[in-house]
């Protein structure tokens, strides 16, 4: 058994893991608030954005959007995967999964050689250590990400995409739900899926008769690679606000299990102390009887 002085230094071991753990949940919970607040913000640039570009797709004639080269469809040779994780660990099962579904789209699912372009230290040191073909790594953007931050992701990827090194290009990121759940989430970024009947009809019947200034097919042109950088942004702020909701419950769960720890091992070390002390009044009892005897 340990002796009292070992497990007092546990205890006070334990105490000052769960005081760490506590401010790292402080922090996170900090940070998430603010990363909430900018997905919330942008949530509603990126639907209208989807809008705009739905009803553009409905004015412009039929056949002309498809000459854009980021909608031009072709037999998939090669495919790059946007990945996108965390520059830091503890963060529970949050890098996990998104890595776990980037292996499998590209062990599974793809169906051609996929080229990783990482965001995000975890990510791309997996895919490094397992010899996957990372062709580029955008780490340390920062908690607070703007939408320049973005723009050589996304012109990296409208570059190759148009060049023909790649044939589709898709993203992997985490869905931001609320502070308990994430969702993994894997969509398709190049070619640009134009928007369904659903959709143009649905932007037709908000009642909003938009006048374009030049021709819609001009607008759709110059739209296409901002609808890739905001795509791109938004994916990455819900990342953001994953990482940070995660983090912040994973060390929630370290404090509290800390803590039971602690009365775990205060509650063996009052035991040990209660025994040492019969123990030695045992001890001082037979002493004085043989002295008596």
Excluded: C, W
């Excluded at 190759?160 to 898709?170: I, K, L, N, P």
């Excluded at 990342?239 to 995660?246: I, Q, R, T």
């Amino acid at each position: 058994m340990p002796s009292l002085r070992d497990i007092r230094r546990r205890i006070q071991s334990v105490k000052n893991t769960a005081q760490i753990t506590r401010a790292m949940q402080m922090v996170a919970a900090s940070r998430m608030r603010r990363a909430q607040e900018a997905v919330e913000h942008s949530r509603p640039f990126s639907e209208k954005i989807r809008e705009v570009l739905a009803d553009l797709s409905y004015a412009t004639p039929a056949g002309e959007g498809a000459l854009h080269p980021l909608l031009e469809r072709r037999e998939v040779r090669n495919a790059d995967l946007v990945l996108m994780s965390s520059d830091r660990g503890l963060a529970g099962g949050f890098n996990a999964n998104v890595i776990r579904l980037g292996s499998r789209f590209i062990l599974d699912e793809a169906g051609a050689p996929v080229g990783v372009l990482s965001v995000g230290r975890k990510g791309r040191d997996y895919m490094v250590r397992y010899g996957r073909n990372v062709t580029a790594d955008f780490s340390e953007l920062g908690d607070q990400p703007q939408l320049d931050d973005v723009t050589p992701i996304a012109r990296t990827v409208i570059d190759r995409f148009t060049s023909g090194e790649v044939d589709a290009v898709y993203l992997v990121y985490t869905e931001y739900v609320n502070t308990i759940t994430q969702t993994p989430r894997r969509v398709q970024l190049l070619p640009i899926e134009p928007p369904s009947a659903e959709d143009q009809e649905e932007a037709r019947s908000r009642g909003v008769d938009y006048i374009y200034e030049p021709d819609p097919r001009q607008l759709l042109q110059a739209l296409l690679p901002r609808y890739v950088e905001v795509q791109i942004y938004q994916a990455l702020l819900e990342s953001k606000a994953s990482e940070h909701s995660a983090r912040m419950v994973a060390m929630r769960n370290a404090t509290d299990n800390a803590n039971e720890i602690v009365g775990d091992l205060s509650l063996t070390y009052n035991k040990a102390r209660q025994a040492t002390i019969t123990r030695e009044i045992i001890e001082i009892a037979g002493g004085a009887a043989a002295l008596e005897a």
